[in-house]
Each structure stands twice: as C-alpha cells, then as structure tokens.
Nanobody, 123 residues
Framework: VQLAESGGGSVQAGGSLTLSCAIS????????MGWLRQAPGKARDGVAH???????IYADFVKGRFTISKDDAKNNLVLQMNSLTPDDSAMYYC??????????????????WGQGTQVTVSS
C-alpha cells in the first residue's frame, strides 16, 4: 500500500489549500483513512478521518473549516482547507489502516503513511 500526498504550499491567513493523497495497492473493503498533522516540537494530531462506512470525524480545531472526502474512482483522499490560520501550519500526513475503529482513536498508529506535505500559513 502506498500513499502520496500533494497540494501543500504557502498561503496567507484566511486563504485555502486543497491536499490530495493518492492511495494505491489496497483491496480493503473496510478501512479508516485520514489526515494528521505535526508542527515542529509538537505531537502528531489527527485532523480528519473517514471510514469505509462513510463516517467522518473532524478534530475540533478544524470543524467548519476543513472537509475530508474520498474519491473512490481515483483512489484519492482529499482535504479541503478553508479559513486557514498560522496555527494550521504543519506537515500534513495521509494515513490509512484496514481497521475502521482506528478512526475512533485517531489513526496515529496507522499501518500506512505518506511522506507528508508542508502547509505554511502566514499572518
């Protein structure tokens, strides 16, 4: 299973970015997939997750601003980020696991990870 993120970059506060994660090599019927982020000196935090039942979970700090979606036809996991603030600056990682319950516990122990894409928001 391979995950490859794209779409990071630099943006001013209030702006938007769309992250995409191309996921290949899996044949799971059940899964949890999502986005996590890690700023320098801080722990890796879950941002948004989606499971094979279509259930979506957002971290409180992104509710109403970020939207996660999965394009099954393209095997892409997309994170639309709006109203970005400097606190959103971090390395963003795509992660996947074949156990849907991982969405309940934050995916930090997911089996599969992308390399990350940097998001920088300036004030």
């Amino acid at each position: 299973v391979q995950l490859a993120e794209s779409g990071g970059g630099s943006v001013q506060a209030g702006g938007s970015l769309t992250l995409s994660c191309a996921i290949s090599g899996y044949t799971w019927r059940d899964y949890c997939m999502g986005w996590l982020r890690q700023a320098p000196g801080k722990a890796r935090d879950g941002v948004a997750h989606i499971d094979s039942n279509g259930r979506v979970i957002y971290a409180d700090f992104v509710k109403g601003r970020f939207t996660i979606s999965k394009d099954d036809a393209k095997n892409n996991l997309v994170l639309q980020m709006n109203s970005l603030t400097p606190d959103d600056s971090a390395m963003y990682y795509c992660a996947a696991d074949r156990i849907p319950h991982m969405c309940n516990i934050g995916l930090t122990s997911a089996d599969y990870w992308g390399q990350g894409t940097q998001v920088t928001v300036s004030s």
